[in-house]
């Protein structure tokens, strides 16, 4: 992923730069904002990543539990309190724990001497960083071990039963087929639940619960079939949604390699609040960063709704905003996983090539970024053959132009999430279709001024306009007035507003002043 | 006429299957296949391909020649719509004549659907594949709530606005997740006391007119539905209504 | 254990359906489908796609899930030779030590069948997938006689060399022009009172040992047929003939 | 097809030239023998061409009842007889065949003036003339009027129910799915048959009787799809086998648009004997050339038996050899549909770099000629769905190589001849594949020296290398041999030798005479 991209386009560099600077341009307030703010769910993702976990009886996390707790001094953040009530109780923390899911206030223990508490607090960060430095250690050893076994583009299915069990037999058979990254899909609205569930689930709509017990379940199962492939087998999730940090936070412990992780997907798709996002975004990209997971953006879904051709520019400039609050987060450009799609219409004359123009264009500009680059969903109907030639373009599409991750289509897209049978035979036409064509895009050139060279350019001009809007009028104004995905988003509306806390002087979160210092982003 | 599958000469009822087993690949798993597809009730039964697709699972493609075909003559088809329908002018023409009032249509996607295009397509004023949507019929006043819509917010808003009609769309269908939500639509509308109030619709891509009215709705549309199908549905039960 | 079709869940029954109705596109048509495929005995029967291919006929796409399932216990695997096969060198060291004299197979593509690729692939030398031909085996003497030959040339030849097995291709199928070509080709043999005195074999990608045994052959061999296959099932029937 | 090709492979045109060269002087000696010889076939063409016709209590046709009556003495030719008893007995031509098909002898009747004979024959010439220039004038009227509306490569489908009305039923299916071109493939056997059956035909395995009535209903049916589609329907049969020259004959009559026509094809793979073939071949050509018939040669055939990558220089070699014969039969490169076979093994790493190497080194050596791509058949398995891929792939290479004649594959391949859904899903995966990247071709250049260039070259040598070895050795003595298709056929073997016939002095066919004179063969 990392060998020096060919320019076969020619796009205008300076052109590129300009649209990197206008990013940075258009990102600094907003992480201006972000600075000054924590979240509900930041405070949750921190708790959690010093180890409070486990739910009380009516399912209510733990984490939520202490934040609700605190919420009202939550300026100075969580982590302080749940610290003193293990300090104060002497309790392990799997012990405070369960004492709080017994319905123990941690918030009514008035705070201990402060230096023991940073010690203690240190302790934990030392913990967590041991565990997820470790993760990353043993990903990097199965990954030299199995050099050279995963295909390229990565070969990436999806499993959706809804049950946790089941979704591991739809794995290990993927796995089995040929697929070198499997994403549990989340059961539908899980985004919008403002905690993580607690334990194996077995009873989710059109995906599965995103719970530490399921990743574990489901990493377990992974790993086993890695030595059986020898091939390492990445698992991906979604830090999406009104809890990103805390899902980010499980998902560097238990290991897993990938997560979907936007920027601005929740304002626009599940009308999240955008204040929240935001401040979400951020944390959870640097649990991300440290804990070395892929970030898969979610730019294709621009083009679910919206037309392929005219609406280009968008996915780009979504692309330019995502590296950058990437960046923002000390995520380095291999970790960036920016998403785009194939969803031109069949029936346009030459909309393959429009759309080779676009894959590559891509490409070019982010020649680090291992893209991930998403299958035909919207043009996808019942004709089921059909859908398997859309997908074998995809499939050609996507080896022609230096993708990094594939995801799969299905040629039964336009109706169920798949079954067994279907991925084994989206993997089997993306081997072939990928097999047969592999050297294609070193064995080709394409025509000077061409269709496809024309194509990438305007893209490119399109979207140095479009960013310069958004430079003069901002980017929350911008989502205020529907400039992306045609939704219109306004400031203090959305889901989770409630959830926005300012930070106090005292603001505390040594796991954040880790981060950021492992991450080189101290000075921001 | 008995219509049965035609592969290259009439009535030779050659069908194609594809589907898998919970049997390792091999010998067993095809003889088990064919029979399967013989116990269906078709003849000359090929399972021309079959191929593992983990340990314990493998997959197979089969032709047979049916046995049966289907009298077309007993057949009732059930669409919300015949085959003609109003274009939006004579379907505002109509209203203005012989309703003499706006149509209000209120519309969502509920539950935890979040698929709007679907609605949108039906309601907005841009509309679908060049047919505009109900926002853009001068007699019709729209009301378009978006995703994930719970149905008692809904029906408040409804009854707020006192509708004609109500439009749901259901694009999920996993585990009959649509099933479980529009039932409980029709239930909250009666307990209330409010079903005979409303023309209920609904609308999705796995959607049928069979099934919406076996669900107590007044009429189902499925893929290629427009909003034209919409409102002369509409335009034409509440003439039958108010006559 | 009774093994029913799998989508994503144990179980659910999915099968993938696809067919033509000499019936225009439409709405009848699109019911009649899915009225066809409940009678063939499937629930929740969702016709996916339909479109037209002229103007009297329509295809379909449909999922439904079986009711059905299919014991396993009760299943006989009837394949002609069974899960071990002797290599080439095992075969002839068997022929060599324990039957001592050569083995004659005589084989041709019958009929007006000219598909020599197949009875190629078990007969010359240079086999097929890296399994090497009948020819290549040194206690095997192998005459294969090519495309488009006669039964009665054949037989005429089978008798002249002796043989211990006659290998007959099918290749062609369609109007189950194979099935009169076999029939004919067992009642020539009867009608010369030949039966008995030769194994007699047939091959083809639409062949299976289940059709072969019925048609009155000693075995039959489909796709994935190697050399190997066929000496271990005339080494081992010879083997019980002479014993 | 005539828009200059662009050269993208830089083959060497001194290479090229040679090949042409040796081409030339490899069938020299063959002509010399096809000049000097008749065939009964060759004969029941020319009594065709006169009008002889239907068939007697026991369907042995009227051109067969002729010929037989005057073998012994066929080196003068059949047709004078013929136009002596139509002179003495003053019958009409319909009136004489029934006669003969009721046992009337043509060869006791002495023979008259010379001069009335021939003045006979040349107002059968005549009346023959103004049937097929007639006939092209209406071919040709109908493609101005529906100009632009075929695709290009032309789309052709094979019908093979073997019953004519059935046939007709899926010919007009696929006209209405998009179908530019259709082909009644004929029943298995029938290119072994020393006649040509009479009548309309239900009863074939594998395809349908060739017969003048089933072409005349097949044409029929076409023409009304043609006004009803507004596109030019092409109707193909084959002109192949032991009556090769007799099939051309009624096409020519019949208004068919193609025939499979190959120089060397009967011999290898029908087992007909060699002189047989090359005589027959010449006038069967003569005729389609006269007709405006565009030829399919049989290169497609080398890789059902051998192997695509190691065997493309047999494809290569034959086809400079079939343009060559046809040249001496007097077709123009326009007519020449040159064939060959996307038959590259699926799970070949870069074989579809290969097969696109090759079918583009085809349309620059040949750029004025109608090559005829042939679909993936070998490697096609009962798994439809991976085989609809493969014709997708296939699809793709026949834009991407500018064919001109495209046979659509049929996911069933390996199963059953192709139901009316096959061929409307294999029609509608050429158009969206061939639409979606329509201008590919033109929007690409390859790599200098890359592995499709330098395959390209390769090949193009291994063919000069061969050419070699068969002027060398002769080409009688190259089928001797098994230089072609691992298959041997000695020159005093196969079928159809018996009807063998050399010239004598008084040798008379003025039809020969005719298209000769038209087609500008005079000095051969
Ligand atoms: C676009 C899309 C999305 C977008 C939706 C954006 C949006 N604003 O709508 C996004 C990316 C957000 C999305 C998310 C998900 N999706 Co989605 N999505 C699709 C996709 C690709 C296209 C749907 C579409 O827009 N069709 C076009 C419209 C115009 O068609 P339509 O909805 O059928 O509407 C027509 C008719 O049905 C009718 N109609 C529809 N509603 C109504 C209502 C009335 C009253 C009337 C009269 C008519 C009517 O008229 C319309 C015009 O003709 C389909 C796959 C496909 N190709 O169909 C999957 C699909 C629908 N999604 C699916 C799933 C599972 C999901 C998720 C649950 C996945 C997950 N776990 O995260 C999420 C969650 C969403 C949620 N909470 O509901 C599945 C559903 C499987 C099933 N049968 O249950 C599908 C089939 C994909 C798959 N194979 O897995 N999705
Ligand atoms: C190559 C080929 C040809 C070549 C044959 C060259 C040759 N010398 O063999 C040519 C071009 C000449 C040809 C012609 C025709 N063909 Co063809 N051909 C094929 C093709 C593409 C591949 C067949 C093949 O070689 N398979 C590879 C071999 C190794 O596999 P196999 O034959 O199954 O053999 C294996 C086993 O079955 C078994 N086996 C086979 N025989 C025997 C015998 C014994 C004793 C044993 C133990 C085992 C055994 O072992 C083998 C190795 O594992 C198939 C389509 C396909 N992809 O399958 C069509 C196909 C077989 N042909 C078909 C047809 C209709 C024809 C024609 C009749 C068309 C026409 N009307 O002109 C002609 C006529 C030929 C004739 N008179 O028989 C149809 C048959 C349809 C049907 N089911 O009836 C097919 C399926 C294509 C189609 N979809 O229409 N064909
Ligand atoms: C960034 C991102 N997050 C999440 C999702 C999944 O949807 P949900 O919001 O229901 O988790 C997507 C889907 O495409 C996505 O792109
Ligand atoms: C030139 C030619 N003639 C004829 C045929 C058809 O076979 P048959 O010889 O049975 O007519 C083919 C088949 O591919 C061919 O290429």
């Keep these: 992923m990392t060998a020096p991209v060919e320019s076969k386009l020619g796009l205008p560099q300076d052109r590129i730069d300009q649209a990197r600077e206008l990013a940075r341009r258009i990102a600094r307030p907003v992480n201006q904002f972000i600075e000054r703010h924590t979240t509900v769910s930041v405070e949750r993702a921190t708790l959690r990543l010093a180890g409070a976990d486990g739910a009380n009886a009516e399912g209510i996390p733990v984490p939520n539990l202490v934040v609700d707790q605190v919420r009202d001094r939550l300026e100075d953040g969580a982590l302080l309190p749940y610290v003193n009530a293990l300090v104060r109780t002497g309790d392990s923390v799997d012990g405070l724990n369960q004492k709080i899911a017994q319905g123990f206030r941690v918030d009514e223990l008035p705070l201990g001497d402060r230096g023991a508490l940073e010690r203690k607090a240190e302790e934990l960060v030392e913990a967590f960083a041991t565990r997820v430095k470790a993760n990353r250690a043993f990903r990097a050893a199965c990954q030299e071990r199995f050099a050279g076994r995963n295909h390229s583009p990565l070969l990436y299915v999806i499993v959706a039963t809804g049950n946790i069990h089941e979704d591991v037999k739809q794995a290990r058979a993927a796995a089995f087929q040929g697929a070198d990254v499997v994403a549990v899909i989340r059961t539908t609205a899980q985004s919008l639940l403002d905690y993580v569930p607690y334990g194996a689930t077995t009873e989710g709509f059109g995906g599965t619960f995103a719970t530490q017990e399921n990743f574990r379940i489901m990493r377990e199962a992974l790993d086993e079939e890695m030595e059986r492939q020898e091939r390492y087998i990445y698992l991906t999730n979604y830090a999406s949604g009104l809890c990103m940090p805390e899902i980010a936070a499980m998902g560097a412990m238990e290991r897993l390699d990938m997560m979907l992780n936007d920027s601005i997907y929740g304002i626009l798709f599940r009308d999240i609040n955008m204040y929240r996002t935001f401040v979400d975004q951020k944390f959870s990209r640097m649990i991300n960063s440290f804990g070395g997971l892929i970030i898969n953006t979610g730019e294709d879904n621009y083009l679910t709704t919206s037309d392929a051709v005219e609406k280009a520019h968008t996915v780009l400039a979504s692309q330019f905003l995502n590296e950058r609050f990437a960046r923002d987060a000390g995520l380095p450009p291999r970790l960036m996983g920016l998403g785009h799609a194939f969803e031109m219409d069949p029936w346009l004359p030459n909309g393959f090539l429009l759309e080779l123009a676009q894959a590559r264009m891509a490409r070019e500009i982010f020649p680090e970024h291992p893209l991930k680059y998403m299958p035909p969903t919207k043009h996808m109907t019942g004709n089921i053959f059909m859908g398997h030639v859309q997908d074998a373009m995809f499939n050609f599409a996507s080896k022609a132009s230096g993708q990094g991750i594939h995801l799969l289509g299905m040629l039964t897209e336009a109706i169920h999430t798949p079954f067994m049978m279907d991925r084994a035979l989206a993997l089997e036409n993306a081997r072939y279709v990928m097999n047969s064509m592999k050297d294609f895009a070193s064995e080709i050139e394409f025509k000077k001024d061409g269709l496809i060279v024309r194509r990438a350019h305007q893209v490119l001009e399109e979207t140095v306009d479009f960013l310069e809007v958004l430079d003069r009028i901002g980017l929350m104004e911008a989502l205020e007035q529907g400039l992306f995905a045609e939704v219109k988003r306004p400031r203090d509306m959305g889901k989770g507003l409630e959830g926005i806390q300012e930070r106090g002087p005292d603001y505390y979160n040594p796991f954040e002043t880790y981060l950021a210092s492992e991450l080189g982003l101290s000075a921001n | ?243």
């Design chain 2, 1 to 243: 006429m008995i219509a049965r599958p035609y592969g290259d000469t009439l009535d030779d009822g050659a069908v194609q299957f594809s589907f898998t087993l919970p049997v390792p690949e091999g010998p067993l798993g095809r003889e088990a296949a064919r029979q399967l597809v013989e116990k269906w009730g078709f003849e000359q039964v090929d399972v021309v391909h079959s191929h593992s697709l983990s340990e314990g699972f493998s997959f197979y493609v089969a032709y047979g020649r049916a046995t049966t075909g289907i009298d077309l003559a007993g057949i009732q088809v059930e669409e919300a719509t015949g085959p003609s329908v109003y274009t939006m002018d004579e379907a505002n023409e109509i209203v203005r004549t012989r309703l003499g009032r706006k149509v209000v249509v209120v519309g969502a996607c509920t539950g935890f659907d979040a698929h709007t295009v679907g609605i949108d397509a039906i309601m907005n004023m841009k509309g679908y594949n060049h047919h505009y949507g109900l926002e853009r019929y001068p007699e019709f006043e729209a009301y378009n709530l978006g995703a994930q819509v719970p149905n008692e917010k809904l029906i408040d808003f409804a009854v707020k606005v006192q509708a004609d009609a109500i439009l749901i769309s259901q694009v999920v269908t996993q585990k009959d997740v649509h099933i479980q939500n529009l039932t409980q639509f029709i239930e909250m509308l009666q307990a209330r006391g409010l079903r005979e109030q409303f023309l209920v619709l609904v609308g999705g891509s796995r959607i049928g007119n069979k099934l919406a009215v076996e669900l107590g709705f007044d009429g189902g549309f499925g893929k290629g539905t427009f909003a034209e199908h919409v409102a002369t549905f509409i335009v034409d039960r509440l003439l039958e209504r108010e006559a």
